[in-house]
């Protein structure tokens, strides 16, 4: 007797059924498929974003290389606006009327005021 009713017991476990478990197992257990167009549409998004973030990065590093040469055209112009600065400093030291005077004493010139025209800018 015994014995039955461990039967029974157990028997009456396997036999029990809950709909709710069966439909949430059910439906963890059922495999998604994707028709072909689907499949198309998610590649060719895929492939845009992935197009796009390539472009993005192309793109930074286009600027980048047009800032540094930029910078690289700064600084020449800086260097040369110096150059000219003291080129232009150098005239004036050089045209001074006393250094024009001594230059002409050393090549013999002498000055004649009769032959001096006043020359107005």
Do not use: C
């Amino acid at each position: 007797m015994n014995q039955v009713a461990h039967n029974y017991s157990t028997h009456k476990r396997v036999q029990e059924y809950n709909p709710i478990k069966h439909k949430q197992l059910n439906k963890l257990n059922k495999k998604v498929s994707f028709s072909g167009l689907e499949k198309i549409i998610f590649l060719a998004v895929v492939g845009t974003i992935i197009f796009g973030s390539m472009k993005v990065v192309g793109n930074y590093a286009a600027i980048y290389e047009v800032n540094k040469d930029i910078q690289k055209v700064k600084v020449s112009i800086e260097s040369h606006e110096k150059m000219n600065s003291d080129i232009r400093l150098q005239v004036s030291e050089l045209s001074t009327y006393e250094r024009i005077w001594e230059k002409a004493s050393q090549l013999g010139l002498t000055l004649n005021e009769n032959n001096v025209k006043v020359v107005q800018e």
